[in-house]
């Protein structure tokens, strides 16, 4: 089984598969990166070759990457051979996941979407949640992998597209990201005019209409000065992405397009780095007041 992309997922991903007995090869282009793979028991590949790999699971920043990766594989003969699984939880864009998983089907490997849903300590406690695309054959054979990564419950969609998954994820995060945003400004309209954050982040938390919706993100803007598990960057990438989507169908998406300018504005102010409640810093700075108990620092 070869692991490929071992950062903040990546890693905690091929850690659970060593546990689970699985004799595991890990890429990545960094050595430190490397070196954690092999003080967790991996083996580390001298070249890219994945010929003799019977899986492959493919966790990287985004679909530009994942397309170069194949890209380059397929140039020097090194794609694994028919009959391969690859299971990609990149959390790409819908055209890219779709040409990738295109171009692997076309070498004869079963290819199977799952952008996945959860952060680095998900992934190490085998908590992680998918959505799934992929021709049916594939998806089943890939099951016991997905179900090792994310529990029984693992599956949160399935569809016969890869594309459909990607852009099933693309849609949750961006109401997570607009609801976030949302969060913040309304906390900072009431406290613009006297009502304490406190008592606002309590009234929404509870309220009958938003229980249990918003939640969670609510505790983190109020409570925490955290800036969530996503970079701010790769949030603006899904946004665009979701953005381009609602164009090539012609369809007015003015809030997504709204929060995606949000967040492109937080980007350039702030720089990257996490997450989500970094657009919310943005309008702090905006309104030069806070929306929460504390703030992070600029940057």
């Given at each position: 089984m070869h692991v490929v992309g071992l950062g903040r997922i990546g890693l905690p991903v091929a850690r659970r598969l060593i546990e689970a007995s699985h004799a595991v090869t890990a890429h990545d282009v960094v050595s430190s990166r490397r070196r954690a793979a092999q003080q967790a028991g991996a083996s580390t590949a001298r070249t890219s070759s994945m010929a003799?790999?019977?899986?492959?699971i493919t966790a990287l920043p985004d679909g530009a990457t994942l397309i170069t990766h194949i890209e380059v594989l397929a140039s020097e003969g090194a794609l694994p051979g028919q009959g391969t699984l690859w299971i990609d939880l990149t959390s790409?864009?819908?055209?890219?996941?779709?040409?990738a998983t295109e171009t692997l089907v076309a070498h004869g490997i079963q290819a199977?979407?799952?952008?996945?849903?959860?952060?680095?300590?998900?992934?190490?406690?085998g908590q992680l949640r998918f959505h799934v695309g992929g021709a049916a054959d594939a998806i089943a054979?890939?099951?016991?992998?997905?179900?090792?990564?994310?529990?029984?419950?693992a599956v949160l969609f399935t569809d016969p597209r890869p594309r459909a998954a990607y852009l099933a994820k693309l849609l949750v995060n961006g109401v997570w990201?607009?609801?976030?945003?949302?969060?913040?400004?309304?906390?900072?309209?009431?406290?613009?005019?006297g009502i304490e954050r406190s008592v606002l982040g309590d009234l929404l938390r509870h309220h009958p209409a938003l229980r249990g919706v918003l939640e969670g993100t609510l505790r983190d803007l109020v409570d925490s000065a955290d800036g969530g598990p996503f970079e701010l960057e790769r949030i603006v990438d899904q946004l665009r992405a979701l953005v381009?989507?609602?164009?090539?169908?012609?369809?007015?998406?003015p809030l997504t397009v709204a929060t995606a300018r949000l967040h492109q504005d937080a980007l350039r102010q702030l720089g990257p780095g996490?997450?989500?409640l970094r657009a919310i810093r943005h309008l702090e700075l905006l309104a030069d007041r806070t929306a929460r108990t504390t703030t992070p620092a600029d940057g």
């Open positions: 003799d790999a019977d899986v492959v790409c864009d819908p055209d890219s996941g779709e040409a199977v979407a799952a952008p996945l849903a959860g952060g680095p300590s998900a992934a190490g406690a054979r890939a099951a016991p992998y997905l179900a090792l990564l994310g529990g029984e419950d990201f607009a609801h976030a945003a949302a969060i913040g400004e309304a906390l900072l309209i009431g406290s613009r005019h381009e989507a609602a164009d090539r169908s012609a369809l007015t998406a996490p997450g989500e």
